[in-house]
């Protein structure tokens, strides 16, 4: 018996190494299908929208179908998302490299955009995440995301040192990077993401049904009839 749980244990795993080492590659393959610059976006995309289904107990879901639809339906408006992200980094890039603190004034500058480039990374982290799990207008993703990873920066942390800790183990072991490095880190951020979308949903339904024992009953039952 222990012997089969381990059997059991050990399947388990080369499984989840098997399906997070064919997502990996199916990014890098998406990405080159849209020229790089611009599969990388809906690529990215498709990848968290895979590991959300995994999250979500999905497991036998069709990953290859699941990864082309998703790329298909989301590669104009992840791509305009993308060059909104790439302008904001852009700028930010330039002033770091070209405002030198000659002056006081310079110095509290550089340090304001030393902040706006943090938080413009914090932003990063949840982006992919958003466009995975909601249905919304281009602004509110980029909007969300902010205000998502400064409310829960607890969880913004935790990506933060998954992020740096990953990167420490791809250093040391550089021939699993393009069979794990992207896959790896979708999966973690998008199981950190989730886990604030959960908090955020439930916190939503408290202040709804909060709002609804102090309504009087009768405009709690009251319909609104729009033929």
């Keep these: ?21 064919y997502t990996n590659l199916l990014w890098l393959l998406f990405t080159m299908l849209g020229l790089g610059i611009f ?18 107990g999905h497991e036998q879901v069709s990953v290859f179908r699941t990864f082309w639809k998703v790329y298909r339906e989301e590669f104009v408006r992840s791509n305009l998302i993308g060059l909104a992200l790439l302008i904001i980094g852009t700028i930010i890039y330039v002033d770091l490299a070209y405002i030198y603190p000659t002056s006081w004034f310079l110095h509290v500058l550089r340090f304001a955009i030393y902040i706006f480039g943090f938080l413009f990374v914090v932003s990063l982290f949840y982006i992919f995440p958003l466009l995975a799990h909601y249905d919304w207008k281009k602004r ?9 990873g400064i409310s829960y920066l607890q969880y913004t942390l935790c990506m ?15 021939g699993i990077v393009p069979f794990f490095s992207v896959s790896i880190l979708a999966y973690g951020h ?19 049904a909060e709002v609804k024992k102090r309504l ?6 009251k319909r609104v009839n729009t033929q």
């Design 39 to 56: 599969g990388l976006m809906p690529a990215t995309t498709a990848l968290f929208s895979v590991m959300r289904k995994w999250i979500q």
């Design 216 to 221: 009087p009953s009768f405009l709690q039952s």
């Design 140 to 148: 509110l993703y980029l909007k969300f995301s902010l205000l998502l």
């Design 1 to 21: 018996m222990v012997h089969d749980g381990s059997m059991s244990r050990m399947l388990r795993m080369c499984e989840w190494v098997m399906r997070l080492a």
């Design 160 to 174: 933060l040192v998954f992020s740096a800790l990953l990167f420490v183990l791809f250093a040391y072991l550089p």
């Design 190 to 208: 998008m199981w950190l993401a989730y886990q604030v979308f959960k908090k955020v949903e439930f916190e939503s339904e408290q202040q709804t």
